[in-house]
């Protein structure tokens, strides 16, 4: 299977801050690759969609880059419902997708 | 509006079974795959199994491959899983999730809110 690797574990910043996140394939994906919000006892919600497409809905503030094995998600300005864990996830190995460890995002 | 609401999760000893159901709305059912999602407690996501929008394919993660049969009624709007054979570590909240299309593409745009399954004796 394809391992997602997702840096920091956790991060503290402050309301305005500009935050950017990793995760790392253990093998090339092109760019499949979708990124998630969870909140605390919330289901995990589509932010983007093959590395850069935005999810309708989705705050522009929210945005994603990268192929091959690097991707970055980056929050320009980050605002008080922002905090939850970002979870990044392969779709590129057909039905056995896998989803990194996360990246919780807490107030400083 | 998609609505995804699963119910039927409780509490199990090892070796005994649940079926899962998730009543879909606020889109065309049979035009879509979807699939169920578990997080076992404080951990991260893992995909367990995925059926095509007509149901006529069907795919497992190793971990539950020959335990969870995933089948849907596009009648009903309804997805379901049967749980055979449970384990400690089938212990997780378990969603429902909307594909992006009518094939399984790993591609989760919509989740329902979870139910809480839980093993032990």
């Known amino acids: 299977d394809i391992q997602m690797t997702q840096s920091p574990s956790s991060l503290s910043a402050s309301v305005g801050d500009r935050v950017t996140m990793s995760c790392r394939a253990s093998?090339?994906?092109?760019?499949?690759l979708n990124w998630y919000q969870q909140k605390p006892g919330k289901a995990p919600k589509l932010l983007i969609f093959?590395?850069?497409n935005l999810q309708s809905g989705v705050p522009s503030r929210f945005s994603g880059s990268g192929s091959g094995t690097d991707f970055t998600l980056t929050i320009s300005s980050l605002q008080p419902e922002d905090f939850a864990t970002y979870y990044c996830?392969?779709?590129?190995?057909?039905?056995?997708?896998?989803f990194g460890q996360g990246t919780k995002v807490e107030i400083k | 509006e998609v609505q995804l609401l699963e119910s039927g999760g409780g509490l199990v000893p090892p070796g005994g079974s649940l079926r899962l159901s998730c009543a879909a709305s606020?889109?065309?059912?049979?035009?879509?795959?979807m699939s169920w999602v578990r997080q076992a407690p404080g951990k991260g996501l893992e995909w367990v199994s995925g059926?095509?929008?007509?149901?006529?394919?069907?795919f497992y993660a190793d971990s539950v491959k020959g335990r969870f049969p995933i089948s849907r009624d596009n009648s009903k709007n309804t997805l379901y899983l049967q749980m055979n054979s449970l384990r400690v570590e089938d212990t997780a909240v378990y969603y429902c999730?909307?594909?992006?299309?009518?094939?399984?593409?790993?591609?989760?745009?919509?989740w329902g809110q979870g139910t809480l399954v839980t093993v032990s004796s």
């Open positions: 606020g889109f065309t059912f049979n035009s879509y795959a």
């Open positions: 093959a590395a850069s």
């Open positions: 093998q090339t994906i092109s760019s499949y």
């Open positions: 996830q392969q779709s590129y190995s057909t039905f056995t997708w896998t």
């Open positions: 059926i095509s929008g007509r149901g006529d394919s069907t």
């Open positions: 999730a909307k594909d992006g299309g009518v094939a399984v593409a790993g591609l989760f745009d919509y």
